[in-house]
Nanobody
Framework: QVQLVESGGGLVQPGGSLRLSCAAS????????MSWYRQAPGKERELVAV????????NYADSVKGRFTISRDNAKNTVYLQMNSLKPEDTAVYYC???????????WGQGTQVTISS
């Protein structure tokens, strides 16, 4: 069965750092593009970062460019999001997503809470 399990969320002060992990199972991880989304209370879910399946090209939301880094380890079936210089507006539930346009599949994790506060 397909599973995406996020971890690494928590409470940090502005300017701090946090690394999120998403462990995948039940599908061919290396064939899927992996993404991180986030959703704050009262806001729509937004794309934060994407990493492609083969070339590992990356794209980021303008609001996180230069601060966040997405990476993947296909041997561990895991995608990461390194978050630096965190701001209060980064507070949200962060979700892991796996997507294959080729096969027409799209999977979501349950999310992990990230809170940036003084």
């Amino acid at each position: 069965q397909v599973q995406l399990v996020e971890s690494g969320g928590g409470l940090v002060q502005p300017g701090g750092s946090l690394r999120l992990s998403c462990a995948a199972s039940g599908f061919t991880f290396s064939s899927y593009a992996m993404s991180w989304y986030r959703q704050a209370p009262g806001k729509e879910r937004e794309l934060v970062a994407v990493i492609s399946s083969i070339s590992t090209r990356t794209n980021y939301a303008d609001s996180v460019k230069g601060r966040f880094t997405i990476s993947r380890d296909n041997a561990k079936n895991t995608v990461y999001l390194q978050m630096n210089s965190l701001k209060p507006e980064d507070t949200a539930v962060y979700y892991c997503n796996a997507k294959s346009d080729y096969i027409g599949r799209n999977y979501w994790g349950q999310g992990t809470q990230v809170t940036i506060s003084s």
